[in-house]
């Protein structure tokens, strides 16, 4: 006795009209990516900020050096350094926020083209917003402990102290989380190209 399969369900083609409609909603769901353009743009304009910040306090370490405490100068210092770092993490979303989502830049034979965005997707520009986030994070909590001889003596200056540096593990925690999924799925598709090497005739 031999067993048939049973008659493929045949599909009936789509109606002309239904046909326009649905590319004109994928069309425009495609198209609607461009809306983040403009966000991007407003991050250029805060990053132009940080800029005016950066070279104001500049000139007030310049200018003021010989009123200020090694203490104050190391402060402003590493304020510098934390405007740096955010304007880092704003090259970071614009540029590889907009190669991701929006559109491609179109700069592979560019001699300035940053290394990391060679090989940048979510998954990696996660990773790496979560490093900056935690570097800015230490600069913080670095300013704190610096000034931590008159915080403690405020009211509730312990617990803040106490609660920055809870936060700033949290970051390291959920770095260290984002890494590990990252590398996990990197490792289902090195293991996932291996099976279909293997199942490839000879």
């Not at 805060?46 to 500049?58: D, I, P, R």
């Not at 370490?61 to 304007?87: P, R, S």
């Not at 614009?94 to 830049?105: C, L, M, P």
């Not at 984002?178 to 000879?202: I, K, M, Q, T, Y």
């Amino acid at each position: 006795m031999t067993n048939t399969a049973p008659p493929e369900r045949e599909i009936s083609p789509r109606h002309p009209a239904q046909e326009s409609f649905t590319r004109f909603i994928g069309s425009s769901i495609f198209v609607s990516r461009w809306l983040q353009a403009p966000l991007y743009l407003g991050l250029i304009a805060a990053q132009a900020v940080y800029v005016v910040v950066f070279w104001k306090e500049l000139l007030h370490l310049i200018t003021d050096f010989d009123h200020l405490t090694e203490e104050k100068v190391m402060l402003i210092v590493l304020g510098l350094v934390d405007v740096v770092m955010i304007a880092n993490l704003l090259i970071m979303v614009i540029i590889g926020g907009y190669e991701t989502f929006v559109s491609r830049i179109r700069m592979e034979n560019h001699p300035d083209k940053p290394e990391w965005l060679s090989h940048v997707n979510p998954n990696v520009l996660k990773v790496k917003l979560a490093m900056s986030i935690i570097g800015i994070s230490s600069i913080h909590l670095l300013k704190s402990f610096i000034e931590a001889g008159t915080t403690v003596t405020q009211p509730g200056g312990t617990d803040k102290l106490m609660w920055q540096t809870i936060i700033h593990m949290a970051f390291i925690a959920s770095a260290i989380g984002l890494a590990f999924v990252d590398w996990l799925s990197a490792r289902a598709a090195a293991v996932n190209h291996a099976a279909g090497h293997d199942a490839e005739p000879f």
